[in-house]
């Protein structure tokens, strides 16, 4: 069995892990198609993550989560971040995002980061955001190649 350290690694590996898979997807997608159809995509993911920052900044100031007796879990929103970006990637992707996801989910409540009702909470809130700024871009991106194959 995994000592409380071991998976602690793992716990604070995953997010790092997300972060390199998706930066080499856009490295990949640079190479491939240029700067131009990536910078969207990219935009979409960063102004996430710096959402995901401003939503923690406003809770410290104003303690909207504690209200609630809640805690934002900034754990949660940037795992987020990156598995909905992922999830956009195919159907192997997202099985494998949204797995990896919920075994986190596991992990930070057995490691006693946070509990199920803040884990819930921050997806609830932050989700639909990163949804609507990330698959538009892939939307819109589907929907350019479609009206002009190259």
């Known amino acids: 069995m995994f000592t409380y350290?071991?998976?602690?690694?793992?716990?604070?590996?995953?997010?790092?892990i997300l972060f390199?898979?998706?930066?080499?997807?856009?490295?990949?997608?640079?190479?491939?198609?240029?700067?131009k159809e990536q910078y969207l995509q990219l935009s979409s993911v960063v102004l996430s993550v710096l959402i995901v920052y401003l939503v923690m900044a406003v809770d410290n100031?104003?303690?909207?989560?504690?209200?609630?007796?809640?805690?934002?879990?900034t754990h949660t929103a940037l795992a987020l971040v990156f598995v909905i970006f992922l999830s956009s990637r195919g159907k192997l992707a997202l099985m494998l995002s949204v797995l990896s996801f919920q075994l986190y989910i596991v992990l930070m409540i057995y490691q006693q980061y946070h509990?199920?009702?803040?884990i819930f909470s921050t997806a609830l809130f932050l989700a639909p955001v990163f949804w609507l700024l990330i698959f538009n871009e892939v939307i819109r991106k589907c929907s350019s190649n479609k009206l002009h194959p190259q």
Do not use: E, H, V
């Open 5 to 16: 350290q071991q998976l602690d690694f793992i716990a604070d590996s995953y997010i790092p």
């Open 20 to 35: 390199f898979i998706t930066l080499s997807i856009f490295a990949m997608g640079f190479f491939r198609n240029g700067c």
């Open 61 to 73: 100031r104003f303690k909207i989560w504690p209200a609630f007796d809640l805690d934002y879990s």
């Open 115 to 118: 509990t199920l009702a803040d």
